[in-house]
């Protein structure tokens, strides 16, 4: 059972307990009695005899009974709603609350007292924190950058003081606070900060460049050796072919293009006129030695190239007009190798390498000089076919590649034939025995009319394409003087230049002066 002031016990394991040893007490009392052999029933004392005994069996128990009925446990009473005042105005102070154990207090023989629930003494007492607000709060100083030589980060963090004026300790708990900020340590002095460019690495063909500022370091790289950067800007690659602006077709009026027209047609139809007479001259007179043989190929060339001038297609039959240029090139080309060897013809004879005939044989001459112009040809037309031709003209494109491949051959025989010229006049070398005089004679003749001849071809083929090409009537008519005073300067050195011609020439001279005499 229970009541307001604790618990009631009845254990029956108790009151067995304890009968037995209110029944060893009476026994105690009663084994004397009987040992005193009094004999209880003759007495006259025997109803006291039995109340005694009575209240000697049945007192103990009822004592003992009294005394493990009822235990009562104490308990503790709320804590103190008021606390003592904080012991610390600031840094973190106590104050303390109690309790008492009064609720209810122990009572009974066996009631338990108030225990501490943590186990730790005392346990009526309660500390509580106040005033943990630091009595002085600072921020340390600010952390290296974590960038060296560059931009990066700092931080700080709080410092408290347990009592004013007192040392200041890293805060804790909620009173730690960090402060973060970006810093840049870059100082543009290569004593302090090195340049960006050590240990920095570029692509091939790149090389790094310092282009860094007050604020930040900054290296790039470059692409050298006329390379670029694709388009990631990740490579150094070679730049595409750039596309020239297109060349506007130059036009000239319709009167003065008739007249250029008429100028050039002129011009290479005296030209013909004068080297053909020449052909017919040594083909009548059937003079075919060896340095005639020379002169007579670079002549048909010569007049070869011509003719296609004339008879030039319009630049709108494209392979026609293709197949023109072609022509023009391998013959001006062949001319310059059969003046070439024309000087080499002067220069064994004048030099006195061989006696009569030159160094090669008739035919030698003729395949090497064909043979020549040809290969160079076929060689250019392989790598620039499809420049032959042109949108205005059928002569030379100078804006493509195909100039290269016309001028670089011609130019070299010019310099070549030049060379064996000038080494022909200044040899001294001496005479040999038995020599052909009339024939170093000519060569003497060809050696000098060939320093005429030579020039005049290559001018007349430089202003040939330039006028095509610019359509200027000023070079046209340049074109057009060249090319008459050419076809009579081939006429009269080659003429006069064979020894055959000279004699018959002599002769004739020689029969008129006898009959104008008589």
């Known amino acids: 059972m229970r009541n307001k002031r604790g618990f009631v016990h009845i254990d029956e394991h108790l009151k067995t307990s304890q009968s037995n040893s209110a029944k060893s007490q009476i026994e105690k009392i009663i084994h004397p009695i009987l040992d005193s052999k009094i004999r209880l029933e003759n007495s006259r004392h025997f109803p006291l005899y039995i109340t005694i005994l009575s209240l000697l069996i049945i007192g103990p128990c009822f004592v003992q009974a009294q005394k493990v009925i009822i235990n009562i446990n104490g308990n503790w009473s709320p804590w103190s709603t008021v606390n003592t005042p904080c012991?610390?105005?600031?840094?973190?102070?106590?104050?303390?609350?109690v309790r008492s154990c009064t609720n209810p207090r122990p009572q009974g023989m066996d009631a338990k007292d108030c225990g501490c629930e943590n186990g730790e003494p005392p346990c009526d007492k309660e500390y509580f924190p106040c005033n943990m607000e630091p009595c002085d709060m600072q921020w340390s100083k600010w952390s290296p950058c974590s960038a060296n030589c560059g931009r990066g980060m700092r931080m700080r963090h709080t410092r408290c003081a347990k009592e004013r004026g007192g040392e200041l300790f890293e805060c804790e708990g909620e009173q730690y606070f960090t402060h973060?900020?970006?810093c840049n340590s870059w100082v543009k002095d290569p004593a302090i900060c090195a340049s960006p460019c050590e240990g920095y690495e570029c692509?091939?063909?790149?090389?790094?460049?310092?282009?860094s500022t007050e604020e930040d370091p900054v290296a790039v790289?470059?692409?050298?050796?006329?390379k670029i950067f694709d388009d990631a800007g990740l490579e150094c690659v070679d730049p595409p072919p750039t596309t020239p602006t297109p060349r506007p077709i130059p036009t000239m009026k319709a009167a003065v293009q008739a007249v250029a027209s008429g100028m050039t047609k002129t011009a290479s139809t005296l030209l013909i006129i004068f080297v053909t007479i020449t052909l017919v001259i040594f083909g009548v007179l059937r003079i075919f030695d060896h340095g005639r043989v020379i002169q007579m190929n670079m002549e048909i060339a010569l007049i070869s190239a011509h003719i296609c001038l004339l008879i030039e297609p319009p630049p709108e039959w494209i392979e026609i007009c293709r197949l023109f240029s072609i022509l023009i090139h391998l013959f001006f080309t062949t001319c310059f190798v059969f003046m070439c060897l024309e000087s080499l013809h002067t220069y064994s004879l004048v030099a006195f390498v061989v006696k009569k005939n030159g160094l090669l044989t008739k035919l030698q001459n003729i395949v090497i000089g064909w043979g020549v112009g040809v290969g160079i040809t076929l060689v250019v037309v392989s790598l620039e076919y499809k420049n032959y031709g042109g949108e205005y003209h059928c002569w030379l494109a100078m804006d493509t590649t195909?100039?290269?491949?016309?001028?670089?051959?011609?130019?070299?025989?010019?310099?070549?034939?030049?060379?064996?010229?000038e080494a022909a006049g200044a040899a001294e070398y001496r005479k040999l025995p038995g020599i052909d005089q009339r024939q170093q004679t000519s060569a003497k003749?060809?050696?000098?009319?060939?320093?005429?001849?030579?020039p005049m071809v290559f001018v007349s083929f430089l202003l040939g394409t330039l006028s095509s090409y610019?359509?200027?009537?000023?070079?046209?008519?340049?074109?057009?003087?060249?090319?008459?005073?050419?076809?009579?300067?081939?006429f009269f050195f080659h003429s006069?230049?064979?020894?055959?011609?000279?004699?018959?020439?002599?002769?004739a001279y020689k029969t008129i002066i006898k009959k104008e005499k008589f």
């Open 87 to 97: 012991n610390a105005s600031c840094g973190g102070g106590v104050m303390v609350k």
């Open 180 to 182: 973060t900020e970006n």
């Open 203 to 211: 692509m091939d063909f790149g090389a790094c460049v310092d282009v």
């Open 221 to 226: 790289c470059e692409c050298q050796m006329g």
């Open 402 to 421: 195909l100039m290269i491949g016309q001028y670089v051959p011609i130019v070299l025989m010019v310099v070549l034939t030049l060379t064996l010229i």
């Open 445 to 454: 003749i060809m050696q000098r009319s060939n320093l005429i001849i030579m």
């Open 470 to 490: 610019e359509q200027n009537p000023g070079l046209y008519g340049t074109f057009t003087l060249v090319n008459g005073i050419l076809g009579g300067s081939i």
């Open 496 to 507: 006069t230049g064979n020894e055959q011609v000279r004699a018959k020439l002599m002769r």
